[in-house]
């Protein structure tokens, strides 16, 4: 039988479908528009045109790469004119944006862009009243997404420039309801600071918002009135410090339905400002907080909750929570165990409340961490050897702390419960009390390990993950990065555990 050629167009329409949504818009664009009338109408679809990504520069945006001059030249010559009315959300970086905003004289279904701060000088021309895209920015856009590079905070001229960068576009949009503002970045990584008193925008049709601000009471802005249809409402913050009686605006928000508060440092105001703006937000249906506090001398347990914040929002149907509270031995008027802390949360909704209560002798103080269910952080800090378990899908970073030894059975259930682990420190400085040379142990496996610190700990936790007959690292993990404090005991050799462990550091 004579092998017959068979050609792309030759398959059925319905199959091309079926094989080019498993590939890129823009490369299936590229690579089919102008090939054939039947390709022409296909790649025309909705599908392929309604959201297009056109990057120049590499950015860390996911599943994104950079296009050559010559692809970006064929895109805005020849492909963009032609689908310009089926596009409805661009994804773009400011070193080519407006070459491709201006390639064509009307994106007539244009509602949405994504676009990466590349940090020019230029930037700024972009989103002021003078620029060539104002048209756009005033007269289209409903959703707009910013992001770009992290670790701005040593910058501070690049902080102040996003800032004005962030008012202009709240000046220039008359339309915009939804705006993200750098917040894709972690939170220790980059944020804004207005600086000034009372920063001079509004927006009369703005109805969500997320922003990083370097103090909460900043973001107080936000809660004056200026933003009067502001429905949903994400903050991430570093500080939240003790405000002027002056300044705590006591009207109340009844608009606000969503809001979710993100704290990177200790908080020593819960009481006095957290508290009090939560009481405003008198309709909430959702409220997520992310956050640790020192408090005087009770923990922040249910009847905390239930007291200053559950009772003032009677439509809240959804509670997300992270709370760790910490209280130094002179403030505690008594020591309540973990089964004190679960019995203030048995009325939450369904009971799915963990709870996990610590005291450290040594350091004088005591933490309780209460959190809902499932768990949605990434991250996880200060686990100790009460670690209640559970499966943690969600979180690639932990740091393990304790005044009591960490044994090989605890790393076996660290293993299981965080399956995703990508980043790992350790900080206990106590011997292990059951490491036995000739004693058989089970292997933990790390399949996605590819940062380890270790912080002043003793040398039997560097060998619980260098033996290989204690711990598996997988070798298709990138490098981690080992460091290993003081604070053990020195010497001996250790063997590699996996080849993917190829530094060692030690300081």
């Not at 910490?326 to 009971?351: A, G, Q």
């Not at 660290?414 to 142990?441: D, V």
């Amino acid at each position: 039988m004579e092998c017959q050629d068979i050609k792309l167009c030759d398959l059925p329409d319905e199959l091309l479908l079926i094989i080019f949504k498993k590939l890129k818009n823009v490369e299936i664009l590229y690579s089919l528009m102008d090939i054939s009338k039947q390709l022409n109408q296909i790649v025309s679809d909705p599908i392929f045109t309604r959201e297009i990504t056109l990057m120049k520069q590499i950015t860390p945006i996911k599943d994104t790469s950079s296009l050559p001059d010559f692809v970006l030249d064929r895109f805005c010559l020849e492909i963009l004119p032609k689908i310009h009315d089926k596009i409805q959300w661009l994804k773009l970086e400011t070193l080519s944006m407006e070459r491709i905003l201006l390639a064509v004289n009307n994106y007539s279904n244009l509602r949405q862009l994504d676009i990466f701060i590349m940090n020019t000088e230029t930037d700024m021309q972009l989103f002021t009243n003078t620029s060539y895209l104002v048209h756009i920015f005033q007269n289209q856009i409903v959703t707009l997404n910013i992001n770009g590079e992290e670790d701005l905070l040593e910058d501070h001229l690049e902080i102040n420039r996003q800032a004005e960068i962030f008012m202009n576009i709240l000046i220039m949009c008359n339309k915009l309801r939804h705006f993200k503002f750098y917040t894709s970045v972690p939170i220790g990584t980059a944020y804004i600071s207005f600086g000034i008193e009372s920063p001079m925008f509004l927006s009369p049709t703005l109805v969500e918002l997320h922003i990083v601000v370097y103090r909460f009471d900043e973001c107080l802005f936000l809660l004056d009135g200026r933003f009067n249809q502001l429905r949903i409402l994400f903050v991430k913050t570093f500080h939240i410090l003790s405000l002027k009686r002056s300044i705590i605006n006591k009207e109340r928000l009844p608009n606000l339905k969503h809001v979710s508060l993100a704290c990177k440092s200790l908080i020593c105001a819960y009481d006095d400002v957290v508290v009090p703006h939560l009481q405003r937000m008198i309709n909430l249906e959702k409220l997520t907080l992310y956050f640790v506090a020192a408090y005087d001398n009770l923990f922040i347990d249910g009847n905390n909750l239930q007291k200053n914040i559950i009772s003032h929002m009677p439509r809240l149907n959804q509670f997300i929570f992270n709370i760790r509270s910490m209280i130094n031995y002179d403030n505690l008027n008594y020591f309540p165990s973990n089964e004190d802390i679960h019995h203030t949360l048995m009325n939450f909704k369904d009971n799915q409340v963990t709870s996990c209560v610590d005291y450290f002798p040594k350091l004088e103080y005591g933490q309780c961490r209460i959190y809902s269910c499932p768990y949605t952080l990434t991250y996880y800090e200060n686990l100790t050897n009460n670690f209640p378990g559970g499966l943690f899908n969600t979180v690639q970073q932990i740091e393990l702390f304790d005044e009591r030894p960490f044994e090989h059975e605890f790393f076996i259930k660290i293993s299981q419960s965080f399956p995703f682990l990508k980043e790992l420190t350790i900080i206990n400085s106590e011997q292990q009390k059951f490491n036995n040379e000739n004693r058989k142990y089970s292997i933990v496996n790390y399949y996605h390990l590819t940062k380890l610190y270790l912080l002043d700990v003793h040398d039997d936790y560097a060998e619980q993950f260098l033996l290989d007959t204690k711990a598996y690292l997988s070798e298709m993990c990138t490098a981690p990065k080992i460091w290993r404090g003081g604070g053990g005991k020195t010497g001996g050799s250790l063997k590699i555990a996996a080849d993917a462990v190829t530094a060692v550091s030690v300081f």
